[in-house]
Nanobody
Framework: QVHLVESGGGLVQAGGSLRLSCAAS????????MGWFRQAPGNERESVAT????????NYADSVKGRFTISRDNAKNTVYLQMNSLKVEDTAVYYC???????????????WGQGIQVTVSS
């Protein structure tokens, strides 16, 4: 298991920016793909962005492409989600997750953070 702790959430006006961070401990961070997911009230949890162990491969939900950027610093055991041009519909609880494989296209996400609230006001 990888222990994950998210930070950086909060309340922001539409059009604003937030940067989420996720600090990992436990298993070797660089052995795992990482991802950000979100769940809004009444909705299922959805994938927002994923990144391979090296950071060279990334994938984004269509709804956030061009606005969000996922990155990682393996020396700091941390993954980030830079969120720009935020919309009201981005309001959700955001979760950080660690994959069972180095690439997000394989295995599954099996370690999860506790989640952090992001609220975008109009």
């Amino acid at each position: 298991q990888v222990h994950l702790v998210e930070s950086g959430g909060g309340l922001v006006q539409a059009g604003g920016s937030l940067r989420l961070s996720c600090a990992a401990s436990g298993r070797t961070f660089s052995n795992h793909a990482m991802g950000w997911f979100r769940q809004a009230p009444g909705n299922e949890r959805e994938s927002v962005a994923t990144i391979s162990w090296s950071g060279h491969s990334t994938n984004y939900a269509d709804s956030v492409k061009g606005r969000f950027t996922i990155s990682r610093d393996n020396a700091k055991n941390t993954v980030y989600l830079q969120m720009n041009s935020l919309k009201v519909e981005d309001t959700a609880v955001y979760y950080c997750a660690a994959g069972s494989h180095r690439h997000y296209s394989f295995g599954h996400f099996d370690s999860w953070g506790q989640g952090i609230q992001v609220t975008v006001s109009s």
